[in-house]
């Protein structure tokens, strides 16, 4: 009964193993897959993953209306309610525009990076304020923390004027980043299942 109680362990951690190498491995190929996608179709990439922001968009601001709905009378918030028709409409038109016009595909792509530019930007002035901050309090890094943000600002500005070039360079950078962590990620599963095979 032991014997038999002690196997049924011994199999039990076995196929949990199996399942943590076939997840890690499957992990790792989608990544890369992603990053292959980005570096060598950055356009249908671009499109996709702007379609998918819009689509979020709705949604967000479809559950912003249920939340309109949903407070009583006295204590509802126009801005809640403008919010949520601004964010249903722009992704509405953004999404008839990719599908029914001739050019509604690069100005999702456009519109994306636009999106992508933004953060960028709040990155870059996060940092330019995280900076001023380091270099009062006299703490190492502050001129790391000065270069980041201003190659951020800069970067986005760069996105803004110049949407496609730009969107094609950070799926290029986003690509080479996926790819290099999908393989390491699947190379680092394999190794680990290898070393415990031998271990056992």
Request: no cysteine; aromatic share 10%.
């Amino acid at each position: 009964m032991k014997h038999t109680a002690i196997m049924s362990l011994e199999q039990a951690v076995q196929a949990a193993r199996k399942r943590v190498l076939t997840g890690g491995v499957a992990a790792g190929l989608l990544v890369t897959g992603l990053g292959v996608a980005a570096l060598f179709a950055p356009l249908l990439l671009g499109w996709s993953l702007a379609v998918i922001l819009m689509i979020g968009f709705a949604l967000y601001g479809a559950a912003q209306l249920a939340a309109f709905l949903e407070t009583a009378k006295g204590q509802r918030s126009p801005w809640t309610l403008i919010g949520g028709l601004t964010l249903i409409a722009f992704a509405a038109v953004a999404l008839w525009a990719a599908f029914f016009t001739p050019g509604g595909a690069a100005l999702l792509i456009a519109s994306l990076t636009n999106f992508v530019a933004f953060f960028t930007v709040i990155q870059g002035v996060s940092q330019l304020i995280l900076f001023d901050e380091m270099r009062r309090s006299r703490l190492p890094g502050a001129g790391w923390m000065l270069a980041g943000g201003i190659l951020n600002a800069v970067a986005g500005n760069l996105l803004v004027m110049q949407p496609r070039t730009g969107w094609l360079a950070v799926s290029t950078i986003w690509g080479i980043y996926l790819i290099g962590t999908g393989l390491a990620l699947a190379a680092d599963s394999l190794s680990n299942h290898r070393g415990r095979y031998i271990d056992a």
